[in-house]
C-alpha cells in the first residue's frame, strides 16, 4: 500500500491522480466506519462517496497535512452526524424500551453487516444515543484522542470521556443481559 | 461477561469491504475530474508493477540492481565544473535557508519490458540550519529515511522494511557537510551554472514560464554515464528552479538513466523534528556500505574477476558495471540466481563499489583512468586503475589487484602500449 506521506505529497503537489490511491487504501476502514456509525451500509457508502467528491471538489484549495487516516476518518465522522440529524437514520431508541433479539440469529439486520460474530455488538452499539455512539467509534475503531473527538463533537474533554463511559457500561449491560439468555 | 477490553478489541475488528458499485462510483468521479481539470493525464488503471516483477522473477536480479544502481547514483551525484556563471541565480539560490523537493529517478533497460524496474522516487528536505531528511519510495513504499546532519554529528538511515537502520560514525562535520552538499539542490545548480552550457527556448512547465539551460557531454554527471544531458529550468519572475532533468546513456544507448527533480519549495520553513532521527526500538543495526574507497573497489574488481575468470568489467561508468554485472551472474548461475537472490544482490552491491568509486574519482577530476577493455588478471603489471593523488603522484591499481604510487613519469611508462 501506499506510503501516507508520499500520497499527501502527491495529492499537494497537484497529483490528483493520488486520490485514486487514497480512496483504495481508506475505503473499507471508512465504509466500515460509517456503517457503525450509521448502522446502514447503503447510507454508509453514500457517506464515503460524499467526502470524495468534496475531497475531489476542494482539492485545489487545500493542502493535507498531519495524518491521512485522521482526516478521512473525521470527514466521514461528520458526513455521518450531518445524515443522523437530517433523519436518514432511525431515532435512537431508549435503552428501558429496548427488546434486545433473543439471539444474533434473531438480528439479521446486523448480521448481515458485519456477519454473526459481530452480531451482538453491533446490534448494542445500534441501541446507543449517536453521540456516545460516536465517542465509542471514534475512540475505539479510530484510535482517536478525546481532544480530537471533542473537538469535533464540539464539546468539553470531560463530556467527551463521559459519553465514553456511559457508551462503555451500556454496552456492557446490553451485551452481557442478551448473552444470558 | 464482557469486559470493556473486549469490546474494544472487538470493536477493532469491525471490517466492511466497499462494494464493487460504491468503488466504481468514487473511481469515476475521480477519473471525471481529472479529465475536467486538464491538470493532469486522465487517470489509466496502473499495472501492479510489484505483482509483474515477482511473476517475471527473472528480472528480479535487474531490478534489484537498478534499485542499487540509482541509490549509487544518488550518492554520487556530482557535476564537473569549469568556465561561465549565472551569478544572479547563484547568488539567489545560496540565499536560501530551506528546500525541498521531489525527485523521480527511472531505468530502462534493453531487454527488459518498460514497467519491471521499480519506480523509485524521493522526497526531500534540505535546511542549512538542521541538514538533510530524505524519505526514498520504491513503488510508492517507503524504502529508507536518510537523515544528516553534519552539526549534530548525524548520518543515519532507517529502513522500515527490514526494519533495520545503518549509522554511519567517525566522520567529522566537515566530511558530512561535503556528503550533505551531494543532496543540497542549491549545490546541483551553482554546479550547473558554472558549467558550460546553452540557453534552451522558454517553455512552460506546469502552467509556470521558465527558461532553462542545457549541459551535456560525459563530465556532466561526474563520468557516471557515456554521455550525459542535464537541463535547469528557472521560473521567470521569481528566479527560482523549478525543474532539473538529467539523463543518461551507457553501452550505446541499451540502458538509459533518468532523474527529474521538481515541486520545488522554496525558502519553506521546516520543523525541526523532521531533521531528528526516529529510531524504533526493536530496529537493528545494519553495516553500511555507502563508503567506496580504493580497499571496496579492490574488493569490487577482485568479485568481477571471480565471475569470469579473470577478466574485469570493461568499463567502471555505473550503468554499463551494473549491466556487465547482472549479465555474467546470469551467464555463471543461470536460473539459481532467484533462488539465491539476495546472496547475488550482495555481491552485485559489492561489484558496483567499484563503479562507486570511480565516479568519485571522476567527480573530484582525479584524472582517473581505467583499462579493463584490455587488462586481465593475466597483465599483473599492468595499469588497471589509476588516479592522481598529489601534483607528481598517482595511485595505481595493477592488472593482478594489488596496489602502488608512481610518478607521473613513471605512470607514462607503465601505460605505454
Known sequence: MLEDKLLIWKFNSGRREALHNIYEKYKDNLVTLAATLLTDVAVAEDVVHDVFIGFIASADKFRLSGSLKGYLSTCVANGARNRNKAGHIRRHVDIKDIDPPASEANNPATKAMFGEEFGRLTWALEQLPYEQREVMVLRSYCNMKFTAIAAQQNVSIHTAQGRYRYAMDKLRSLMNSEAEK | MTSADNINKTIKKLKLKASADLDKRVHDDISKALVESKKIKPAQAEPNIWRIIMKSRITQLAAA?????????????????????????????????????????????????????????????????????????????????????????????????????????????????????????????????????????????????????????????????????????????????????????????????????????????????????????????????????????????????????????????LLTLMKEISEELMKKYGMKIIEKQDEYTSTLTDILQAGTFYAQLTGMEKEAVYYGDTVTAKNPEAVLLRWKVSDNEYRVIFGDLSVGNATAEELANLEQP
Open chain 2, 65 to 317: 540492481a537498478a534499485v542499487i544502481i540509482i541509490a549509487a547514483l544518488m550518492i554520487n551525484l556530482q557535476f564537473s565544473t569549469s568556465g561561465v556563471a549565472w551569478g544572479t541565480l547563484v547568488e539567489k539560490i545560496e540565499n536560501v535557508q530551506n528546500v525541498v523537493y521531489h525527485l523521480t529517478a527511472n531505468v530502462k533497460m534493453q531487454g527488459i519490458p518498460q514497467g519491471q524496474i521499480p519506480n523509485n522516487e524521493t522526497i526531500a528536505y534540505y535546511s542549512s540550519e538542521y541538514g538533510t531528511r530524505a524519505e526514498n519510495y520504491i513503488n510508492d513504499k517507503l524504502s529508507f529515511t536518510m537523515y544528516l546532519n553534519p552539526k549534530e554529528n548525524v548520518y543515519v538511515s532507517v529502513m522500515p522494511e527490514q526494519k533495520k537502520y545503518m549509522k554511519v560514525t567517525g566522520k567529522s562535520p566537515d566530511e558530512l557537510k561535503q556528503i550533505a552538499e551531494k543532496d543540497d539542490p542549491r549545490v546541483m545548480v551553482r554546479h550547473m551554472m558554472s558549467t558550460e552550457y546553452k540557453q534552451l527556448s522558454r517553455d512552460k512547465i506546469n502552467g509556470i514560464d521558465v527558461e532553462g539551460i542545457e549541459c551535456t557531454g560525459p563530465g556532466v554527471m561526474g563520468g557516471m554515464f557515456e554521455d550525459a544531458t542535464a537541463r535547469l529550468w528557472v521560473e521567470i519572475g521569481t528566479d527560482f528552479p523549478v525543474r532539473i532533468e538529467i539523463k543518461g546513456v551507457v553501452s550505446g544507448g541499451q540502458m538509459e538513466m533518468s532523474m527529474v527533480i521538481d515541486d520545488f519549495q522554496w525558502n519553506v520553513e521546516l520543523d525541526p523534528a523532521l531533521f531528528v532521527p526516529d529510531i524504533p526500538s526493536d530496529y537493528t543495526s545494519q553495516e553500511m556500505k555507502t563508503e567506496a574507497n580504493e580497499g571496496t573497489a579492490i574488493n569490487g574488481l577482485k568479485l568481477f574477476a571471480e565471475l569470469t575468470d579473470g577478466r574485469y568489467p570493461s568499463n567502471l561508468a
